[in-house]
């Protein structure tokens, strides 16, 4: 079976490389399933989550938004921030959920609105992606 390369980039490094028979993105504009061979894309990832296929079971992560590159079967996932589903401290999540909604609801002039909305997000998705069943 052919198979894609994927690497997923953060601030921090490389964070994971791996090949794969399929990748599940979410994407600005839907979700998107790609397989080897797949045309050549550059898309926007939005704040949701990613999922594959490594050595026959299934992956789930949480992404924080980011670009998607694919040509000649690599895909390269550059990120903020990304967590495997397995990985994520739930407690964490919540406590990070709390922070962002306090901040939003505080209205002090010195809080940046979008960030704590970006913050917000991102804590929900962590929380939607480590529930899944």
Do not use: C, W
């Not at 962002?100 to 992606?129: F, G, M, T, V, Y």
Request: hydrophobic letters at 35%; glycine letters at 6%; zero cysteines.
């Amino acid at each position: 079976m052919s198979e894609l390369h994927v690497r997923i980039v953060t601030p921090q490094g490389i964070y994971k490389e791996f090949d794969t028979p399929i990748i599940n993105i979410q994407t600005e504009d839907g979700n998107q399933g790609v397989l080897p061979n797949h045309m050549p894309l550059v898309t926007m990832l939005r704040i949701g989550s990613m999922t594959s296929d490594e050595n026959g079971v299934r992956q789930t992560y949480a992404i924080a938004g980011g670009l998607f590159y694919f040509r000649d079967n690599v895909a390269e996932i550059l990120t903020d921030a990304i967590e495997n589903k397995n990985d994520i401290d739930l407690e964490r999540a919540k406590k990070a959920k709390e922070r962002a909604e306090n901040r939003l609801e505080s209205n002090d002039p010195n809080i940046d609105l979008k960030r704590a909305q970006l913050a917000l997000s991102k804590a929900l998705n962590r929380i939607e992606i480590k529930d899944l069943k």
